[in-house]
């Protein structure tokens, strides 16, 4: 149980185009989608926070303009880059979690490269 | 500020030889302590919840314990299988659920 997928799991696009990361929660609704962002041999920074059906919260210093989030349904979040730079090459993960469970569960991460 | 720090950075075992690896904590409020395992290209995979000083959880080789300030992570009789890095994270009991990382604990057991 508490299965996460994310598809794609490799991307490579050019400079200055916009990418779709999908997150879904398989065999649980998921009230809450966290989205991470994850630089080699570093920890993860947590960029948003999702509720179904609401605007995301993002953190301090994350553009919400260049990083759309949104959280359609109990079991879908997207995250879209756009007008990806080089900068934006990174590790994506999201996470979801059940109203009053504390655990989060992580989906496998997309690795962006943009070129 | 709420802050969570994991010692060492990076643990080299002998394949049998046991030890722990530490997360402290200074926060605000917790609501509870989350450890996980972090293969190289993947996301972290579940480990283990603690929500009071005290408490202790055990699956397979590993043990996780908690006080009041930090948590410790004992593997016993590591197997090269177990080289992963191992990520210490809180909830605070003030915010919506969002997690706060340490930075991890490389380890690597030798066969």
């Known amino acids: 149980g508490a299965v996460v997928s994310q598809h794609p799991s490799r991307v490579i696009c050019k400079s200055g185009t916009s990418v779709k990361i999908e997150c879904r929660s398989l065999?649980?609704?998921?009230?809450?989608m966290f989205w991470y962002r994850q630089f080699p041999k570093q920890s993860l920074m947590l960029m948003a926070t999702s509720n179904e059906g609401s605007k995301a919260t993002y953190e301090q210093g994350v553009e919400k303009d260049k990083f759309l989030i949104n959280h359609a349904s109990l079991t879908l979040s997207t995250l879209t880059v756009t007008s990806a730079h080089p900068e934006d090459s990174s590790f994506y993960i999201c996470s979801a979690s059940v109203a009053g469970v504390h655990e989060q569960y992580f989906g496998p991460g997309t690795r962006l490269t943009v070129t | 500020e709420d802050q969570v720090t994991q010692s060492p950075e990076a643990l080299r075992l002998q394949e049998g030889e046991s030890s722990s690896l530490n997360c402290s904590y200074t926060?605000?409020?917790?609501?509870?302590l989350f450890w996980y395992r972090q293969d190289p290209g993947k996301g972290p995979e579940f480990l283990f919840t603690?929500?009071?000083a005290g408490e202790e959880k055990e699956k397979e080789r590993l043990k996780a314990t908690l006080t009041k300030k930090e948590s410790f992570l004992h593997i016993t009789a590591p197997k090269p299988e177990d080289s992963a890095t191992y990520l210490c994270a809180v909830h605070l009991s003030s915010n919506t659920g969002k997690l706060i990382f340490g930075q991890g604990t490389t380890l690597q057991v030798k066969p």
């Open positions: 603690l929500y009071s």
């Open positions: 065999d649980f609704q998921a009230t809450t």
């Open positions: 926060v605000s409020g917790l609501r509870g």
